[in-house]
């Protein structure tokens, strides 16, 4: 892999932890599109906050990430949702696993020009951030289950 090949590949993978968390923050504040993409641009992507440093990401997939799983939340959800056990639905899942599914389905749906592989990947890092193995493993069964539906 290039050197630059990497540093788009971090980019990427930053863009996506971040998009996941805008997405949350949508979800627990309702904050609009435009202020909410602003702030992350203006205090989050590449800051540092409280000795936690964010890595800089690749902006434009970050605001296409988050613009597009909110245009096609309706899609996206039902997608997300007919994946699910019968006896789960969408709204048990908690707000940051809601987020993490959405960004995810989003690329899956809308980013041809990202490998399936790399995008399941990602976002199974992304849980492992968050969550314990079992709901890596939880999130892997998902977005393979939504690839082969979109992606097929």
């Known amino acids: 892999m290039s050197r630059r090949t990497a540093a788009r590949s971090k980019a990427r993978a930053a863009a996506r932890l971040a998009a996941t968390q805008a997405l949350y923050q949508h979800e627990m504040e309702g904050m609009a599109l435009a202020p909410l993409l602003h702030e992350f641009h203006q205090h989050r992507l590449g800051a540092t906050i409280e000795d936690a440093e964010y890595a800089k990401a690749d902006e434009n997939y970050f605001d296409d990430?988050?613009?597009?799983?909110?245009?096609?939340?309706?899609?996206?959800?039902?997608?997300?949702a007919a994946k699910l056990s019968n006896d789960w639905s969408l709204e048990?899942?908690?707000?940051?696993?809601?987020?993490?599914?959405?960004?995810?389905?989003?690329?899956?749906?809308?980013?041809?020009?990202?490998?399936t592989g790399t995008i399941i990947s990602e976002y199974v890092d992304v849980a492992?951030?968050?969550?314990?193995?079992?709901?890596?493993?939880?999130?892997?069964?998902?977005?393979?289950?939504?690839?082969?539906?979109?992606?097929?």
């Open 128 to 152: 492992k951030a968050f969550y314990d193995r079992r709901e890596a493993g939880f999130v892997n069964g998902i977005l393979d289950a939504v690839a082969k539906e979109v992606r097929a």
């Open 65 to 80: 990430i988050v613009a597009g799983a909110l245009a096609r939340s309706e899609e996206i959800d039902k997608l997300v």
């Open 92 to 115: 048990r899942l908690d707000k940051p696993m809601k987020a993490l599914l959405r960004a995810a389905t989003y690329e899956l749906l809308a980013r041809a020009d990202t490998a």
